[in-house]
């Protein structure tokens, strides 16, 4: 082999591994976290999905690094900032707490989020123009949380001591609150409100099975959707009728829920993740809201408790469980 040939093959392979750290330097890498335990929300499913969709396989042409505080809100940060130490080149967080801390901790990674209520809890400027580094998708929830009541009475109409478990550090849930607290005297309901924040769930739950209520809902705080299961196996030993502000519990044994689907909103939520990874800044993606609320009843539940479901909320509801 000539001298030249043999210096330009040395060169040549000194090239090719620095293009291949280069190519897999540029492969796109996604932070999400979560404040419950790994398996235990349907939000990662659907972004999953929703990231398969437009194209992305992770492992392959996209990192996905998933972060789960195992119900301990106070590790979000640490966590967050575990996830920026990355250079994540996009952070995905769920629900209006771990918002919050990511904004706090970055002006300059982009956030795609979810929230009941992004623009009362100060996450956004307003849902057309969200400003900054944060964009993502808006539930409704402190819209819809107004009929939560009325329709746990139409489908149990005895109650009459009705407990809401909710986190008093989630704004989003306090305004969930105070929806439904005007409804509750025309319906011939006292409503008390227990703490669900990781600190006092306990005795919160041990209060719900101890004390006479007739009912109970579940807001749709993120650290609540890990203690479901807990919840829906209380709500079978205490008998008694209680709705949930996520759409799965019905399929896990709770009577009803009334709230967006989360799965189809992450789902979308993808795309905004794959516009930024594109290019796309935050502040040009306008915050998009859920475009439905359904019903879905647990029949099998219903009969379980004793209640005759009334035809006329059957027929309104999106899904019935046999």
Known sequence: MRRREFITLLGGAAVWPLAARAQQAAIPRVGYVFVGAHGTDVSSAGLRQGLTDRGYE?????????????????????????????????????????????????????????????????????????????????????DYSAKWLPLLKEAAPKVRRVAVLSNPENPTMVSEVERMQPTAPALGIELTTLSGRQEEIEDSLATLGSTSFDGFVVTDDPFLETSMERLIALASQTRLPALYGFSTAPKLGGLMSYSADFFTMWRRAAGHVDRILKGARPTDLPVEQATEVVLNINLKTAKTLGLNIPQTLLATADEVIE
């Open 58 to 142: 992770i492992g392959r042409n996209l990192i996905l690094e998933e972060r789960y505080a195992d119900g301990k809100s106070d590790r979000i940060p640490a966590l967050i900032s575990e996830l920026l130490a990355l250079n994540v080149d996009v952070l995905i967080t769920v629900g209006t707490v771990a918002s919050r801390a990511a904004q706090r901790a970055t002006t300059t990674v982009p956030i795609v989020f979810m929230s009941g209520d992004p623009v009362g809890s100060k996450l956004v400027a307003s849902l057309s123009h969200p400003g900054g580094n944060i964009t993502g998708m808006s539930l409704m929830s402190g």
